[in-house]
C-alpha cells in the first residue's frame, strides 16, 4: 500500500545546478505534505511544507510545487549545494490544522550533489 | 534551536525483554509521536499523543506497545515483550499547533 510514492531513489546533480525531486500520492485526501531531509544517523529534518490551497512555497532555495489534478508534487533545489547531499523524504497528513497526525512517508530519494 | 532528544542511542535487548525508549520533545510542543523505520523500509507512524491520551495509532501499535508521558518533560515507549521484528530505528517526534512535526536522531532497537 504505497499512498506516496518516491520512485526515483537516487539523484545525482552538479553543484550550482538545480535538483528536482518528485513525489506522487494516491490519496486525494491528503492535504498538507511536507519534505524532509536525513543525514545518515540523524533523524528526519523538516524542510519545507505546503497545503492543498497552494499550488507553491519558496523558501530561500527551497521551493516546493504541488499538483493537485496530477497528484504529484515536486521539491526544486536552487543552486544545489554539497552540503544538501542527503536522503529527502515527501509525507503527507489528511490534516493541516491542529496535529497533522499520522504522516505517511515516501521511500524517499538519496540526492548527491558532485562539487 | 530546540531540538528533541532520544536516548539511548541504541538499545540491544534479549527477545522477550522489556524495553523503554525515552524522548524528550521540544518543550512548548503539544503533540507527540512515535514513528519507526525498519532496514531499508518506510518511515511508519506508530502513534500520536495529545493532551495525556493516544490520538491515533497504527496497526503496528498492538498491545505489546505502550506510551507515556510520566512528567512534564519525557515522552516514553515502552515495548512489553520484544521479537525480532521490532528490529527497528524508532524516531520521537513533537510539534506546536498547526506546525510540522520536528523529530530526534531516534534510537536504534537490536532485538537478539
Known amino acids: 500500500d504505497q499512498q506516496v510514492k518516491q520512485n526515483s531513489p537516487s539523484l545525482s546533480v552538479q553543484e550550482g545546478r538545480i535538483s528536482i525531486l518528485n513525489c506522487d500520492y494516491t490519496n486525494s485526501m491528503f492535504d498538507y505534505f511536507l519534505w524532509y531531509k536525513k543525514y545518515p544517523a540523524e533523524g528526519p529534518t523538516f524542510l519545507i511544507s505546503?497545503?492543498?490551497?497552494?499550488d507553491k512555497n519558496e523558501d530561500g532555495r527551497f521551493t516546493v510545487f504541488l499538483n493537485k489534478s496530477a497528484k504529484h508534487l515536486s521539491l526544486h533545489i536552487v543552486p544545489s549545494q554539497p552540503g544538501d547531499s542527503a536522503v529527502y523524504f515527501c509525507?503527507?497528513?489528511?490534516?493541516?490544522?491542529?496535529?497533522?497526525?499520522?504522516?505517511?512517508f515516501g521511500k524517499g530519494t538519496k540526492l548527491s550533489v558532485k562539487p | 534551536e530546540p531540538e528533541v532528544t532520544q536516548t539511548p542511542s541504541h538499545q540491544v535487548t534479549q527477545m522477550g525483554q522489556e524495553v523503554i525508549l525515552r524522548c524528550v520533545p521540544i518543550?512548548?510542543?503539544?503533540?507527540f509521536y512515535w514513528y519507526r523505520q525498519i532496514l531499508g523500509q518506510k518511515v511508519e507512524f506508530l502513534v500520536s499523543?495529545?493532551?495525556?491520551?493516544?490520538?491515533?495509532k497504527s496497526e503496528i501499535f498492538d498491545d505489546q506497545f505502550s506510551v507515556e508521558r510520566p512528567d512534564g518533560s519525557n515522552f516514553t515507549l515502552k515495548i512489553r515483550s520484544t521479537k525480532l521484528e521490532d528490529s527497528a530505528m524508532y524516531f520521537c517526534a513533537s510539534s506546536a499547533e498547526t506546525q510540522p512535526q520536528h523529530f530526534g536522531d531516534g534510537t536504534r532497537l537490536s532485538i537478539l
Open positions: 509525507a503527507a497528513s489528511g490534516r493541516s490544522g491542529g496535529s497533522q497526525g499520522n504522516l505517511i
Open positions: 505546503i497545503s492543498s490551497i497552494k
Open positions: 499523543f495529545y493532551n495525556n491520551e493516544i490520538s491515533e
Open positions: 518543550s512548548n510542543h503539544l503533540y
